[in-house]
């Protein structure tokens, strides 16, 4: 299943006062320059060094931290509490008029590995294309959704306006198996993290055996490693 549409409805209105609060503040540009054309910028309302300015969704046996700016945002902070789960990195991602995110997929950014990315749109227009295996989701403003971004994914603005989106990244647990399953998502075992995964890789490239090479295609066939 690569995308479920929850029944959450978020409150545009409010969703769109805290997010002018954050207008204020400096967003940086995206850091997967290579993915990307035009402006793609982003700005954290939960990060790894509690930072603003830190947009890594990066892994870390340290807990992430609340920004200061999060702090100014109370609605948001009850849609955070909406579920219940770990949450690693939160941001606001914004993609401007005429930007584009390439054709790519996120290895390890998949429920099954233990980890699912949410995003809830504030501001959108039309024209914006967001395709996750070749299906073309159009999401409203205040609506919830779940998309499995190690399938290849791409996004267009072609729309006159910013598309703005708050993003949480979660991580799995018994509640949210019990959620996913609710909509038609039965919860495979967890793989292995894809930092694993890399090493295990490594280690059999070492034997130059055809049982170890065979073993190397299966795991990145498996976790969509190119």
Same mark, same amino acid.
């Given at each position: 299943m690569a995308a479920i549409k929850f029944d959450n409805v978020y409150d545009v209105h409010k969703l769109e006062q805290e997010l002018q609060i954050a207008l204020n503040s400096d967003w940086v540009n995206?850091?997967?320059?290579?993915?990307?054309?035009?402006?793609?910028?982003s700005i954290s309302l939960r990060s790894a060094s509690g930072a603003t300015s830190d947009i890594f969704a990066n892994y870390t046996n340290e807990p992430f931290k609340d920004t200061p700016l999060l702090e100014e945002l109370p609605y948001i902070k009850t849609v955070l509490a909406d579920w219940k789960c770990e949450k690693e990195t939160v941001r606001f991602l914004a993609l401007y008029p005429g930007s584009e995110i390439k054709p790519h997929k996120d290895p390890g950014c998949s429920y099954a590995d233990g980890n699912f990315r949410i995003h809830i749109p504030i501001l959108t227009n039309s024209e914006v294309d967001f395709?996750?295996?070749n299906?073309?989701?159009?999401?409203?403003?205040?609506?919830?959704?779940? $998309?499995?971004?190690?399938?290849?994914?791409? %996004?267009?603005?072609?729309? !006159? /306006?910013?598309?703005?989106?708050?993003?949480?990244?979660c991580l799995r647990n018994e509640w949210?198996?019990?959620?996913?399953?609710?909509?038609?998502?039965?919860?495979?075992?967890?793989? $292995?993290?894809?930092?694993?995964?890399?090493? %295990?890789?490594?280690?059999? !490239? /070492?034997?130059q055996t055809e049982i170890a090479n065979n073993l190397i295609e299966k795991l990145k066939t498996e976790y969509g490693i190119s």
């Open positions: 995206h850091f997967n320059t290579k993915d990307y054309e035009g402006d793609w910028k395709i996750v295996e299906e073309n989701h159009r999401l409203q403003p205040g609506t919830c959704w779940y $998309m499995d971004f190690s399938k290849e994914h791409s %996004v267009k603005n072609r729309g !006159e /306006t910013v598309r703005i989106h708050l993003v949480i990244d949210s198996d019990q959620l996913f399953e609710k909509y038609g998502y039965k919860a495979p075992e967890k793989k $292995m993290p894809i930092e694993q995964v890399l090493m %295990v890789i490594a280690q059999l !490239e /070492t034997h």
